[in-house]
């Protein structure tokens, strides 16, 4: 039972690795919780869900354009509402982004109904491999695991080696400067946006094939996913990725072992106990800012 | 006629003439409000009135003191259990009941200060999110609190009255809000108040100036927990039933939205806020009704969205906002208010 | 003069006739009567709401066929998206402001009991709410009538027919962690106990879980080979699947809340098959008169609802209130609807046999028992296969 609780800790930890990348990406340059993260990735599995049933497109069809939908609804979100902000302060862009939850929110909920919908991915849960004994692991987890770490190991390669990349980082540690340097800051978030609404929308995708498709689909794992981040260090991607995978594993070993009735809560109180020892997460450097 | 003269002028409560005069209004006009109003609009401002209390609480944690907290749903939560536990187990009266849920209340914002001595911004976020939903969880557990049933509230008897209408209820919560309100204002004039900002501002610099994080931090935690559990005391009331379900992560949320929405930093966008958030919750859900949106709205539904979801439309109404408040004025209702004024003030120029 | 004393007598009783007649009775004149329902139209628990906007049609359909005595029925439907502070505003503004008669249904139990000390306090009729929680009957109160069959007496029937009739040695209970799913759990504790045994495993699942691992494992080591669900639509698909991934294959039985089977087929991918529920009114595909006429009515007024279970609760849980109030007559006071209420016995509609009494206020106390089987249809050319309930048994209760 203990490998078995590990591995399905490990594959559900992949999908809060992804929602956590995404919220990363966002705060990592604009210092931004981004609490419309979880439905702009559910709107985006919608229409992924509309291309599959309703017009009968094809996978691969269906999940580029559900992809490019994500893209250009991050991108438009920032550029019509979050740049629009005046003097903005941290709380005021949260309460933006929260503005922004219920309006995608509300337009899924009115155009899709609340009915829940069965969302067919071409991988199944179902076909599994054994790991020795009885543990098994099935495709879909494999391939939710493969895709977090291969966006993990992209997204790493593209902020540390690309100048574009470069240029995100540079906005978040000052964006005056980074202006005064060339850099088009106001570009450089709608980029940013578009990206991390990409990566939710995969993790949006994996999630929805084995829970089922609703409205609420991702208010859960977007908490998951900001507490993996938190855990991970919040600008750091490597650390959102092992935090997702930490407390998938917490998760489980405590459901498994002591009470599955706490498990939900289990992992805010191995948080706060990390954080009183690391006040900024396991993986980000701690930095106190100048009087 | 703003400019104050000397150190009494600033701290005293009042600032004017005209000032004491509206205020007086006010108070006028709410003890006569329960005479003309009908029992539904009177449950409306119970409400209100309750939300505003919290508000003010949460806005003196995040807007004075700027610490961050999504976890305030908690704190009702424990000053509506306990209240009912009180009076129900130990046989208390309402009146020393509430105030003691507000100190249990206080008590658990005190503990959740002292994490928050090391943390800020998402992580103090996430800690106080994981409050909230423990604080739930742990609730539903416990058969003292009727566990996942939920607790049926007493009935009301203040001084040997018996409380049963919402008149009565007002006549309750009404004057417990004015004198909340009366003491917060009261507080952030004073030593401890600027202490609050002053940690807001820079809290490096604060300590250097002889401030104690650790006292002033927990301290804003405790008060803003006690508000917060005062309303929740009152809420359990007006409710009449209170179950674990009550009081979930979107509640917290909400407080939030109204402190934001309202204006950081200031009693009256707390009270702003609060009114303005809890009117639409309870409004917008007529959306449909209007005379002449909902014929557009159904029409809509019809061509492109779906019918049964049509009261979807709250939502993205109640959104948007929210968004066009933040993106206009960032210091919420409060800056609406203050430019009006001095529009007003310096007109023709 | 005697002649005129008794006509002046006459005169005017028949003007005091007149005035209490019509005028006492809130919400209700010669040709309308008002009836309100609140229903989670937004948020978590919408996929409920489909019993309020059931319930619209249904006054919809007795509307077309010239309402009941006389009177046509107008009807106000409120979201409260599930919040009880809004579902108790909804209430007073629908009684004090639209000034209604009674209320009908109402989806969920926190929101039902914030609501009822004031529906008591104000005498409001009111019946059919769509749970099975037994604080609506139990005690019972004057204007209050329950419908939906209480979840502990359906969790013991199913176990009892689990222990009877498949021959199962070890149940498992999996439930959503509150009142629903307590109530559930409490029924089959009841079950067993009665005959010395205990669950071979009791796993709580919270409302916003979405992972499942280790509540399979739990059941899966105790080497349960029956559990019986009490949850979500959402959570019963995740557990069907990480069993199937699990390599867990016990018989599965569910809730009459899960009992949509087209609809749990269909997000369960399949799995649904072999599934034993329990049904608080006739099968979706159910031949039976009232249930083609119903279906008939929902393709008449709104073609674009989905047939569902919970839809067609709605026509259901207010069956026994236009009954009630077609033997009340004219004089809809409370008083009068609350004896007719009480003259029901055994009525049935499209669910059980519904009976209420002077001190019974649970209306419907049976259940059957039906399986999903696969089934074959043909949709524009491709075939395609959907899932359909059999039934088992007949309506049965506990003793």
Redesign the interface.
């Known amino acids: ?1 203990l490998g ?2 590990i591995t ?2 490990i ?2 930890g992949a999908t809060y690795a992804l929602m956590a990348l995404a919220m990363v990406i966002i ?1 990592k340059t604009s ?1 931004v ?1 981004n ?1 419309a993260q979880g439905d702009m990735a559910m709107l985006s599995a919608f229409v992924a869900y509309m291309c599959l049933s309703t017009y009968g497109l094809g996978f691969a069809m269906s999940f580029t354009l559900a992809l490019a939908f994500a893209f250009a609804l991050g991108a438009f979100l920032e550029f019509a ?1 979050l740049r ?13 982004t ?10 899924a ?10 969302f067919p991915f071409p991988v199944s ?2 076909d ?1 491999y054994q790991l020795g004994g ?1 543990v ?1 692991i ?1 495709q879909l987890n494999l391939v939710t695991l493969g895709v977090a770490c291969a966006l993990m190991i992209l997204l790493f390669v593209f902020f540390r080696y690309t100048k574009v990349g470069v240029a995100m980082k540079a906005t978040q540690q000052n964006q005056q400067a980074a202006r005064l340097m060339g850099i088009r800051v106001g570009r450089i978030m709608m980029l940013t946006w578009g990206m991390s609404s990409v990566v939710g929308a995969c993790a949006a995708f994996l ?1 929805a094939s ?3 498709l ?1 409205p ?1 689909l991702m ?3 977007q ?1 998951k996913g ?2 993996a ?2 855990l991970g260090g ?1 600008t750091s991607l490597v650390g959102a990725v092992l935090g997702g995978f930490i407390l ?1 594993v917490v ?6 072992y002591v009470s ?6 289990v ?3 191995v ?2 106990l990390i ?2 020892v690391k ?3 396991l993986f980000a450097k701690h930095y ?2 100048k ?1 | 006629m703003d400019m104050k003269r000397d150190y009494y002028e600033d701290i005293r409560l009042l600032d004017s003439g005209p000032q004491v005069f509206w205020l007086a209004v006010l108070l006028a006009a709410l003890a006569a409000f329960p005479l003309v109003a009908d029992s539904y609009q009177i449950y409306t401002v119970n409400l209100i009135a309750i939300h505003v209390i919290v508000a003010l609480g949460l806005n003196l944690l995040v807007g004075y003191t700027g610490q961050i907290s999504l976890g305030h749903a908690g704190f009702f939560a424990i000053g509506a259990y306990a209240t009912l536990a009180l009076m129900l187990n130990a046989h208390l009266p309402f009146i020393v009941a509430l105030p003691l849920a507000g100190f249990i209340s206080a008590a658990f914002g005190f503990l959740l200060g002292l994490p928050a001595l090391r943390l800020e911004g998402p992580y103090l976020a996430i800690a106080t999110l994981g409050f909230g939903l423990t604080i739930t969880q742990i609730l539903g557990r416990l058969d003292v609190f009727g566990g996942h049933m939920g607790l049926q509230a007493p009935p009301l008897e203040l001084f040997g009255l018996k409380v049963t209408s919402d008149a009565g209820r007002y006549a309750v919560i009404m004057p417990i809000c004015v004198i909340m309100t009366w003491g917060l204002r009261n507080l952030t004039k004073t030593r401890v108040g600027r202490a609050f900002v002053a940690v807001r501002d820079s809290d490096i610099a604060a300590e250097c100036i002889g401030v104690n994080l650790t006292y002033y931090k927990t301290l804003a935690f405790a008060v803003s927990a006690f508000f917060t559990g005062i309303g929740g005391g009152l809420m359990a009331f007006v409710l009449g039933f209170i179950s674990p379900h009550t009081f979930n992560v979107m509640v917290s949320i909400m407080f939030l939205a109204m402190v934001v929405v309202g204006g950081l930093g200031s009693i009256l966008g707390s009270v702003m806020g609060a009114v303005l958030i809890t009117w639409l919750q309870l409004e917008l859900a007529r959306i449909g009704e209007l005379p002449l949106v909902g014929p557009v709205l159904t029409e809509l539904s019809n061509q492109v969205f779906t019918l049964s979801g049509l009261p979807n439309v709250q939502y993205v109404v109640f959104g948007l906002i929210m968004v066009l408040i933040i993106i206009f004025e960032p210091l919420g209702l409060y800056g609406f208010w203050i430019r009006t004024k001095i529009y007003w003030r310096t007109w023709p120029f | 003069m005697k002649k005129i004393l008794w006509l002046m007598v006459l005169v005017f009783s028949l003007a005091l006739a007149g005035a209490s007649g019509a005028a006492e009775v809130q919400g209700v004149t010669d040709t309308t009567i008002k009836i309100g329902q609140w229903g989670p139209q937004t948020g978590p628990a919408a996929l409920w709401g489909a019993v309020a906007r059931g319930t619209g049609v249904y006054f919809d359909l007795i509307n077309s066929e010239g309402g009941i005595n006389g009177r046509k029925i107008k009807y106000f439907l409120r979201d409260d998206g599930y919040n009880p502070n809004r579902t108790k505003a909804i209430a007073k503004e629908l009684y004090e402001q639209e000034k209604i008669w009674g209320f009908a249904c109402g989806v969920g139990t926190s929101p039902g009991m914030a609501v009822m000390p004031y529906i008591i306090k104000n005498n409001i009729p009111w019946v059919g709410m769509a749970t099975g929680s037994p604080h609506w009957a139990y005690p019972p109160k004057k204007s209050i009538f329950a419908v939906y069959p209480l979840y502990p007496d359906e969790a013991q029937i199913l176990t009892a027919y689990a222990l009877d009739t498949l021959g199962k040695k070890k149940i498992a209970f999996f439930y959503q962690n509150d009142d629903y799913g307590k109530g559930g759990l409490a029924g089959a504790v009841r079950e067993l106990k009665k005959r010395g045994m205990t669950l071979a495993a009791d796993v709580p699942v919270e409302v916003g879980e979405t992972d499942l691992a280790s509540h399979v494992l739990k059941m899966k080591k105790a080497g349960a080979d029956c559990v019986i669900m009490w949850v979500y639509p959402k959570h019963a698909a995740i557990v069907l699947g990480t069993s199937a991934k699990l390599g867990y294959k016990p018989q599965w039985m569910a809730c009459s809340t899960l009992s949509d089977v087209a609809l749990m087929f269909k997000i369960t991918k399949g799995l649904w098959n072999g599934m034993i529920f329990g049904n608080f009114a006739e099968l979706p595909d159910s031949k039976a008169p009232l249930m083609v006429k119903y279906r008939n009515a929902q393709k008449k007024f709104a073609p674009k609802e989905r047939w569902g279970v919970f839809f067609y609760a709605g026509f259901g849980f207010v069956e026994p209130m236009v009954e009630g109030i077609k033997r009340a007559g004219k004089d809809l006071s409370v008083d009068n609807f609350v004896k007719a209420m009480q003259s029901l016995k055994n009525f049935q509609g499209i669910m059980g046999p519904i009976t209420y009494g002077p001190e019974r206020r649970q209306g419907l106390k049976k259940v059957f028992l039906a399986k999903c089987v696969p089934a074959t249809a043909e949709v524009n050319g491709k075939k395609i296969t959907y899932g359909k309930g059999q039934r088992l048994s007949d309506w049965m209760g506990v003793e």
Do not use: H
């Not at chain 1, 629009?84 to 933006?96: F, M, T, Y």
């Not at chain 1, 998760?251 to 498994?256: A, D, R, T, Y």
């Not at chain 1, 599955?260 to 809560?265: D, G, L, N, T």
């Open positions: 039972m078995q609780l399905s800790g594959a559900i705060y210092e919780l609490f509402f629009r902000a005046k003097e903005p302060n941290v709380l005021g862009l949260i309460i933006i929260l503005g922004l939850e219920m309006m995608l929110y509300g337009l909920s009115w155009r899709w109904g609340s009915d829940q919908k069965d849960d179902f599994v009885d098994v099935s999630i084995t829970d089922t609703d609420n208010w859960t794992p908490l900001f507490s981040a938190v919040m998938g998760e489980n070993l405590f459901g498994g599955v009735e706490f498990k939900a809560v992992a805010f109180a948080i706060v954080l009183c006040p900024s997460g106190v800012r009087v």
